[in-house]
């Protein structure tokens, strides 16, 4: 839910929050963002993310404002809304408006503080289910506006209760719709590397298991998932999510395992600072 | 350009034609569209266009007005624009403004009246020059906002002085960005089926050929260029353009070719009604 946004310098509340029709981010679905979130209203690890969305834009040939820039409008829109607890920040650059409605001309910079939607509380203890779907997103390495497919899949995941899809590469594991995904055997962790996103919590969570579990990004595939000890998924609102079931399969003895827990404990204590 | 719109109802000049800024059709790229023209200030076959945006907004789970209801407001559109000239209609079918995001709650449905592009006059007796370019589009037999890959190669285009790209999926040549692709040999217009678009262009040129040419819709190699006699390709503001080069291949003697022209003429004479 849109609390409070900055459109290219302005700052609107919801009801005036509005682009140009013809923006190409609308009409062509021409547009990379990023998406990261407040503990205790301070906004957690903004430059990894701000990397990021640089290296979004640079892709689009899209222009990005200094991070300075950036932050202090984040700041600045956080302390204008003032909300009760922490926010999301959606940072959303779009190709503008444009004349033949095809060439980039004026870009658009549109900054967002949001209502955070995490996933009940109760999953973190009972974990969650994936279900399988053979997908790879266009522009795997980027985070682009274009949730085409995962929208119009709403109701598969419904009809299968699923927490989400796990997409896969003709039977090489990628990442779900929205989080990065892991699995621990024994003492190791592994993760795919290539046509994934390159998520913050994910880097955060590779950081952590430094010394504690001997870390492997590289190919998974679906039959490997039989020998996983265990399995989670990582994303900014996600934070560490167990994975206790995919497809028909039981992910170890179906509970969250231990050294899932162990790195929640871990990342639980860093966002504590 | 934008001349006059009609937001889920409410007309809307330039500067007042707005959307919010958490429509899913921006932030998620979640939208369908569709895009037709006016031949006499009328709408050109605007049952065939209805009829393929239906089958989009049906692949996204987004309702879309009655046919009437659109007719209605499209005609209600030019009245009020009463432009000097025809116009480019566009349909937009968005998910609409969302609570979290990512649930489609409240689809938005946008008509636009616009400024028509078409290419430049001296194109049609010089023709064009293609590039190849493997790619295939998400969901090809959908005409979705997703145009992030050809605006991204704009400059690849640009450098290539080529005017559009013609994508191929290994080696089986598809459509170009935005329209449809057709080859000649001998009596035989030849033009794919699978994983393209189907345009209103493209299958009005295939009736217009019957009992003149024999036509196959099937797959063409990039190899197959080389006994191509001729080339073009179709498309609602590009009507039929001719095709002389793609890549360091020239099509037949460089210039438009003789069936090619017969075809422009019928077509010409088809829309002077």
Do not use: C, W
């Not at 995941?157 to 990628?174: I, Q, R, S, T, V």
């Amino acid at each position: 839910m849109l609390l409070l946004a900055n459109i290219n310098g302005e700052y609107r509340y919801p009801g005036q929050a509005m682009v140009p029709v013809n923006d190409l981010g609308l009409i062509r679905g021409y547009g990379v963002f990023d998406y990261l979130r407040t503990y205790r209203k301070e906004p957690f690890r903004i430059n990894d993310y701000l990397e990021r969305l640089r290296n979004s834009a640079n892709e689009f040939n899209l222009p990005l404002p200094s991070n300075d820039n950036i932050i202090s409008v984040v700041k600045e829109l956080i302390r204008r809304a003032d909300p009760p607890g922490d926010v999301g920040i959606r940072l959303v650059l779009t190709g503008g408006t444009s004349a033949d409605g095809m060439t980039v001309q004026k870009p658009s910079f549109i900054i967002t503080i949001e209502k955070l939607f995490l996933p009940a509380e109760d999953l973190f203890s009972k974990g969650v289910k994936l279900l399988t779907y053979q997908y790879k997103r266009e522009l795997p390495h980027l985070k682009t506006t274009n949730y085409q497919n995962i929208i119009r899949h709403t109701k598969l995941k419904e009809d299968n209760k699923a927490f989400d899809l796990l997409y896969h590469d003709h039977g090489y594991l990628l990442e779900t719709s929205r989080n990065n995904f892991f699995i621990i055997k024994g003492n190791k962790l592994i993760t795919p590397k290539e046509d994934v996103l390159h998520g913050i919590t994910r880097k955060t969570v590779i950081e952590l298991a430094e010394g504690k579990f001997e870390t492997e990004e590289r190919k998974i595939t679906i039959e490997e998932l039989s020998e996983a000890d265990e399995a989670f998924i990582t994303g900014t609102t996600k934070k560490i999510l167990p994975v206790v079931q995919i497809n028909d399969l039981q992910i170890g003895n179906g509970m969250p395992g231990k050294n899932t827990l162990i790195l929640m404990d871990l990342l639980n204590k860093e966002i504590a600072g």
